[in-house]
């Protein structure tokens, strides 16, 4: 069946669905393969369970007209999904970087949606199989679009790009995430620049972290380019902390305006600087990009402020990498906060790099005093520096039932593989 053809179904029945476990009726149902499962099997299923069509690539599977053989199910849902996109006139912004992607994309979104109709990528969606999923969720009422695109390899970002056809970019920054996947930081850095390499060739629009030189370089031949930061920028702003809470000083429309938020750490400065830069740049309204930033508040384990019992905490495990791991602990060590503990987990995709950049982590919490740290994961095996060590989150919980932290402030990070989140279930209420 031609893309033409299949989108006419889509237009009948706009609502896609890959797993059967969450499917409605009238879905169309794609069966998805991987490694340890077949979405083949799953077609009549689809069918019986109300999905309109299913959506295959393997012929013995086809039991009547209502299943959709193709050549491959991942390849025509991104056709699909890149013919919806051609509809839109409209700009679609692309979000990658190796921190701060999912913050960002939702402050941006905050601010944009206070003044226009806006679609975002839900949660973490933002792989080969979620951002054409995110794409084909966008209506036609839609002024804006964001796109999360996450990555661990080089050519990831350029493909995405292919049916994402963004017109506006924003890399975070390129740190150490993912390096054993890019091949170090050259690959970090040439792999997140295949965005701007998107739109120097499209002559698109990207909004610069102008406080960042590689930024800088890597936007070489770029010609419209909106800039944010501490300085020399088009949208300058200036990070003091409230306690433990970011607040920006900034200038617009020759108007100072003091902005507080509920972000947990000094390394927010340039997502929201980058959400106000989008706003000011789409002209929303100065009062709705202040509210929109002052009432956005973090979840999903990401610089969460939470209290539990006595026990203040910052969680921030779903994710960690050396740039954010030092970031979050700097800051944490700099909090004017009482009994400070650590319960930090090892950090994954590390490769070659994996034994040192653990050892210059526990060189960094060594420099600092803390009441207590716990490290886990296998990754600090040896590398320990003499603190409390457990192979895996469920023996640290084993500990801390024993040892219950009172009156303390905790920050818990770790890569989304150790599950260090666990452990806040331990804490009483």
Sequence with gaps: MEISELYKLYLKYP????DTRKLKQGDIYFALSGNNFDGNTFAAQALEAGAAYSIIDKPEYKIN?????????LDTLQQLAL?????FAIPFIAITGSNGKTSTKELVYSVLKSNYITYATEGNLNNHIGIPLTILKIKHD???AIIEMGANHQKEIESYCKYVLPTHGIITNCGKAHIEGFGGEDGVKKGKGELYDFLRDTHGTIFLNSDLEYLIEMSKGITNIISYGANNADYIGKATMNGVFLEIDTKLKKEEI???????GEYNFPNVMVAIAVGMHFGVDVLDIKKAIATYKPDNSRSQWLKKGSNNIILDAYNANPTSMKAAILNFADAKLPNKVLWIGGMKEMGKDE??????LVELIAAHDWQDVLLVGQEFNKLNGNYKWFL???????YVKEHLPINSSILIKGS???????????LPE
């Excluded at 003091?258 to 947990?264: D, F, G, H, M, R």
């Excluded at 034994?355 to 210059?360: C, I």
């Excluded at 989150?393 to 084993?398: I, L, P, R, S, Y």
């Excluded at 989304?416 to 331990?426: A, D, P, S």
């Design 416 to 426: 989304r593989g150790t599950k260090m989140e666990v452990l806040l279930g331990v």
């Design 392 to 398: 895996t989150v469920n023996e640290a919980c084993n």
């Design 15 to 18: 609502s896609i669905q890959t």
């Design 355 to 360: 034994a040192n950049e653990h050892k210059e």
């Design 258 to 264: 003091a902005i507080k938020t509920n972000l947990v």
């Design 142 to 144: 839609a002024q804006f």
């Design 65 to 73: 007209e209502f299943c959709i053989l193709v050549n491959n199910v």
């Design 83 to 87: 013919f919806h996109r051609t509809t």
